[in-house]
């Protein structure tokens, strides 16, 4: 049981460069999150699944795309990677619902540059 | 304002002693409160969710109060391996199952 998994760990971009970050969960969680964090800004929210099939935005939706391809997999794209989307983005998966299932299980984290 | 702050610390803490600090959320709606625990350069985890009558953890203690619109993590016998960033977080059900994350209060326990 691998619970959240992320794929690439480290990238670095060129400005204008176009990449997608996979994410996938093997826990038949319902919902699945992207989210960035920036040194004392916290974690904020990109986009966001809370079922298959359905993506809204989130705080800082601007320059991404999302696709959830599946119950198990939730993507992001950068169409056109800036520097200021230097970061370090993890992805998430709940079980909406009450309290004691809507813990979010994060994966390690993808930390990408971009020049 | 952001919507959840916390102090930035970094608390240093003598091992063995006691440390606690508190984070306040802006938005009375808020319904579910946690603490999770990020190590350097990983992946935030869990701590303990936050209840309103207050429970404890172990050596970990969360209150809430919804008055002041704060909640708090008390951490007794500090050990070493309590070193981390501990973020607060609240969750508000009507906007659905996103939580907003604070800052994070870094915490340094030394020998």
């Known amino acids: 049981n691998a619970g959240v998994t992320q794929t690439p760990k480290f990238q670095v971009l060129k400005t204008g460069q176009s990449m997608t970050l996979q994410c996938a969960q093997d826990?038949?969680?319902?919902?699945m999150y992207w989210y960035r964090q920036d040194p004392g800004m916290g974690l904020r929210l990109i986009y966001y699944?809370?079922?298959?099939?359905?993506?809204d935005k989130g705080e800082v939706p601007n320059g991404y795309n999302v696709s959830r391809l599946n119950k198990r997999e939730f993507s992001l794209r950068l169409e056109s990677a800036a520097p200021s989307q230097t970061s370090v983005y993890f992805c998430?998966?709940?079980?909406?619902?009450?309290?004691?299932?809507?813990?979010?299980?994060f994966g390690p984290g993808t930390r990408l540059t971009v020049l | 304002r952001k919507e959840v702050e916390q102090d930035p610390g970094p608390f240093n803490v003598p091992e063995g002693a006691t440390v606690a600090f508190n984070c306040t959320y802006s938005?009375?709606?808020?319904?579910?409160f946690f603490w999770y625990r990020q190590d350097c350069r990983k992946e935030p985890k869990l701590l303990m969710s936050?209840?309103?009558s207050g429970n404890e953890d172990g050596r970990f203690t969360a209150q809430l109060n919804r008055a002041s619109q704060y909640i708090s993590l008390l951490i007794r016998d500090s050990k070493l391996s309590d070193s981390a960033t501990y973020l607060c977080?609240?969750?508000?059900?009507?906007?659905?199952?996103?939580?907003?994350f604070g800052g994070g209060t870094r915490v340094l326990v030394k020998p």
């Open positions: 977080v609240v969750n508000r059900k009507a906007a659905g199952n996103k939580l907003t």
């Open positions: 826990m038949n969680h319902n919902s």
């Open positions: 998430a998966s709940s079980n909406q619902g009450d309290r004691e299932t809507d813990t979010q299980y």
């Open positions: 938005n009375s709606a808020s319904q579910s």
């Open positions: 699944s809370a079922s298959e099939g359905t993506t």
């Open positions: 936050v209840y309103s």
